[in-house]
Each structure stands twice: as structure tokens, then as C-alpha cells.
């Protein structure tokens, strides 16, 4: 991720932030996106069978394939609020096409809050015109401001790739500091890019950049109801994903900005202290590595462990043993960076443990769990888990 506070842009859109008054604390609210050109948009979705209003409304307008705008508040998830919820979610639309004389079919919606409360869609209609006036190319970080809701800093990210003599722009902000545990992205991912690229093309692109970021990564093992995650492409560089050396290249900027901003929301994580990789290698298939990279990284105990700076490798032994893949203990080796301290079924000693104490204060470091069975890997980024977690979700109505 680059620094929150950095300018980035992308030609043909514009973005805003501001306080609407959905919030009770004063803090942006309310934000919006902007192409000033229809848009090639593609997305995904939570996984989760509970979906917010926006969600499904969204779902429904992603077969149109086009967008102009997407409406974002923070505050109110706008779930569990039937009928009612879902005419606020065309509401919020309603009210962009309007202001920027644009079709409502357009513009796409998401939210973010406190579920089972109704959204004040006065106030959005009533910010409207400030919303709207407030739109720069300069102004992706008054977005990324308006959309945080536990977060406590703003996370952007921006690229410009050069292929001969022209170049493309991708853009972006994401915001989720509790209930993450992604099946499809984060809880808002929002990607802006001037690339020229059809929807199914678009599609493939993102989905591949999110299953290598945004579903590699967990705070709490909670699903949202109102995970939403977008991409929309104007077309304006005049590079297609049609050729295979500007697809090559979009893939490669795209995944590693959406690594970048994968990893700033784990360190931003509720109450985290560290960012820990656990890095599965030796597996004997891909789903094997992905299934004890997932129980290490949800493992209460190792995270706990991580928190309390403990070498603990016995709780991460014991989580790879439940995660449902048949290996041998004695021949597993667990490592923390390159000191390893678990091998051929007994404990390293106490100067392994020396070393590994030392990495264990640093703010990120990785867990390699080797099985030593064959070729395949897979890792997930995790954090500790404090007393600020608990003390976050306590009281987190009110």
C-alpha cells in the first residue's frame, strides 16, 4: 500500500467524501465515485447468505455491465432492513443519478455499519449537492476517509505503467478492520482504472487479483453481510486487455496494489499489533496448503500467542494436526522467518527460541509450516488478537 496521504488519480474519474450525518461522531460518512465516462464495471460479492441491501441490488445491476458512479456510506450497513432497506439502496441511487444527470441503473451502492438499523436516506439526499460539488480526481482520500468505520487510518493505493509510448492508471481505497474473514474480498474494495477492457475480461482479472489478496487474508474469521468489492475501467488509456503484453502487465499492477492493500487492512486490523504471514510450503496439493494455512490463521491460540510475543510452536503444531490433512509430525518443520524451531518431531532448543523470541517483537514476520510432502504452498496473512479486539466489539453499537 502507498501512503494513505499521497494524490492518487485516474483519468475520467472523480471522488469526494464528506459528513452527511449517518455517523454519530462527526467523522465522513457519505462518499461517491465518479466516471465522467460510462465505465466497464465488474465485482464481487460476500458470500455470506445474510446480504445487505446494497449487495443486492448491486448484483442485480452488474449484468448491465456499465457504470457512471458508486454512492458509499459509512455508519449503517443497510441490512436486515427488508423492503424498506432496499428502497433506500435505489434511493441513494436515485439521488446520484439525479444530481449528475446520469442514469440510476449506473450507479452502484454500498454500506457499511451497524446492521438492522435503517439508513437516513435524508441525509444522503440533503449531502447531495455538496457530495457532488466536492468531486476532484484529487479527492480518492476524502473517499477513503468516508467509507472507514473501526479503521483508523485511510488506506489508498495508486499505479502508473508504462507501455511504450502510452500508459495505464489503477487507483484504489479499501476499508475492514473487524469481521474479515474473506470469501470474496474485503468489506469495501473499491478499484479504478483507465484500462480498456470488456466486462468478462475485466472480471477474470479481478477475481484472480482478489483470490491472491483480499481472499488470502483474515482478522477475525467473520464473513460480512456487506463485503463489496469493485472495478471499473473507462477505457481512456486506449491499452486493451485484448493484447496479452498490457494484460500481462495489468494483472501484475493490479495484483500487487491489491496485496498491498490487503495487507495495510490486516496491520489496521481491530486492536492488531503484528501482521504475521503463515506460509504453508511442501504440501502435496494446493487445498491441502490452503486448508492448514486457514486453521493456523484462524487458530485463537496461535494468535493469542502471537500477541503475547510467545514462541508458542505447539499451538501451531496442533492447529496444522485439526486442519484435516493427513502428514507425518516428524517430518513438518515450523519456522519463524528463516530460524527454525520445530523439526523431525522435537523442539529446537533454547537458542531457537532465543532467536525466534527477537522476531517475535517485530510488527511483521512469517510462520513457514513446511510438510515436506511435495511442491505446493499457500499463505494468508493474519494478525494478533488483543484486548483491544474485545474491547472494539463490546460496545461496538454503541
Known sequence: MENSQAQFYCPGFQFSGMYAGIKKNGLKDLGLIYSQHPATIAGLFTQNIVQAAPVIIDKQKLDIGVAHAVIVNSGNANCCTGDQGLADAHAMCQSVAEALQIDAKHVFAAS???????????????????????????????????????????????????????????????KGAGMIRPNMATLLNFVCTDIQADQQDLQHCFQASINQSMNIITIDGDTSTNDTALILA???????????????????????????????????????????????????????????????????????????????????????????????????????????????????????????????????????????????????FTCDFSYDYVRINADYRS
Open 112 to 174: 457499511t455499519g451497524v446492521i438492522g438499523q435503517y439508513l437516513n436516506i435524508q441525509a444522503v439526499k440533503d449531502a447531495m449537492p455538496t457530495l457532488t460539488d466536492q468531486l476532484s480526481e484529487n479527492n480518492l482520500h476524502l473517499l477513503a476517509e468516508a467509507i472507514m468505520t473501526t479503521d483508523t487510518i485511510p488506506k489508498t493505493a495508486g499505479k502508473r505503467v508504462h507501455i511504450g509510448d502510452k500508459s495505464f492508471h489503477i487507483c484504489a481505497t479499501a
Open 234 to 380: 473507462n477505457g481512456l488509456s486506449g491499452l486493451s486487455l485484448t493484447d496479452p503484453n498490457v494484460r500481462n502487465a495489468f494483472q501484475e499492477a493490479l495484483d500487487d496494489l491489491l496485496l498491498g492493500l490487503a495487507k495495510a487492512l490486516v496491520k489496521d486490523g481491530e486492536g492488531a499489533n503484528k501482521l504475521v504471514e503463515i506460509a504453508v510450503k511442501g504440501a502435496s496439493s494446493v487445498s491441502d496448503a490452503q486448508k492448514i494455512a486457514d486453521t493456523v490463521a484462524h487458530s485463537n491460540l496461535v494468535k493469542t500467542a502471537i500477541f503475547g510475543e510467545d514462541a508458542n510452536w505447539g499451538r501451531i503444531l496442533a492447529a496444522c494436526g485439526r486442519a484435516g490433512v493427513s502428514f507425518d509430525p516428524l517430518n513438518l518443520a515450523i519456522q519463524f522467518n528463516d530460524v527454525t524451531i520445530f523439526e523431525k518431531g522435537s523442539y529446537c532448543g533454547e537458542q531457537a527460541e532465543k532467536e525466534v523470541s527477537a522476531i517475535l517483537k517485530k510488527p511483521e514476520y512469517s510462520i513457514v509450516i513446511d510438510l515436506k510432502k511435495g511442491t505446493y504452498g499457500h499463505s494468508m
